[in-house]
């Protein structure tokens, strides 16, 4: 069993739980410890049961909550130096270093960080393999590499950034030097880069196709199930949105 669900997903904050029948952890957490603790409810996981929270980087989005869960229910800690470094966590009772494309094991759950362009310290993504099944974590990077195409491919599971339409963004309210650094190499994913990527992973073994960190100015859902859909020429209502509200719900590889 390895199943998937966001606490939700966007600029205002992110968070994604990773379960199997042994292990549960949480990736990234950008919310308060109120708000957290809320979503999880409804997703029906207790603080108590998370075994690790994973960091992909250190930008507030992703790593504002990490560090009061973590000292209020003792969860472990792992992440890159870099991140870490960045002291956006705080004090910590227990963390691990983790390095890109090293894997390391929590209970059944097979994690592998991927080490990811984006502007920050050490960033990284995630790769998880549990009972025959793998499932890719890519939420924030500006582009991506040879190295990432190859870890990607055969997936049973994407969780993808398709963060901006590129006209809307080069057309849109945004500062020129904020638009150069979304749009940018190391900034966040448009729509096109995220097909461009999809196209070069995509497989028969594919199940679960979730886009996530959608803009709520320099994009829409309909759009992105529009052209994703029809790049790889899946249905439009088998692509899930990860929402910043609501996340969504539990999905299992199976």
Sequence with gaps: MLRVASLGSGSKGNSTIIATKEATVMVDCGFTLKETTRRLERLGVPPTSLDAIL?????????????????????????????????????????????????????????????????????????????????????DLGSYTPELVEALKNSHGLLLECNHDEDMLWNGPYPRSLKQRVG??????????????????????????????????????????????????????????????DGFEWFELS
């Design 55 to 139: 960091v992909t980087h250190e930008h507030q989005d992703h790593i504002s909550g990490v560090g009061p869960l973590s000292r209020k229910f003792n969860i472990p800690v792992w992440s890159t130096r870099g991140s870490l470094l960045s002291g956006k966590c705080g004090n910590l009772k227990s963390y691990s270093i983790i390095e890109g494309f090293e894997s390391f094991d929590i209970l059944d759950l097979s994690v592998t960080p991927l080490s990811v362009p984006h502007d920050a310290r050490e960033p990284c993504q995630y790769l998880f393999k549990a009972h025959n099944k793998q499932l890719a974590v890519l939420t």
């Design 184 to 245: 940018g190499p190391l900034g966040h994913m448009s729509n096109r880069q995220a097909i461009e990527l999809l196209k070069q992973v995509f497989s028969d073994n594919l199940q679960l196709l979730i886009a996530s960190h959608i803009s709520e100015q320099n994009n829409c859902p309909k759009l992105v199930r529009e052209r994703v859909a029809e790049s790889i020429n899946w249905p439009q209502e088998n692509i899930i949105i990860a929402e910043q509200n």
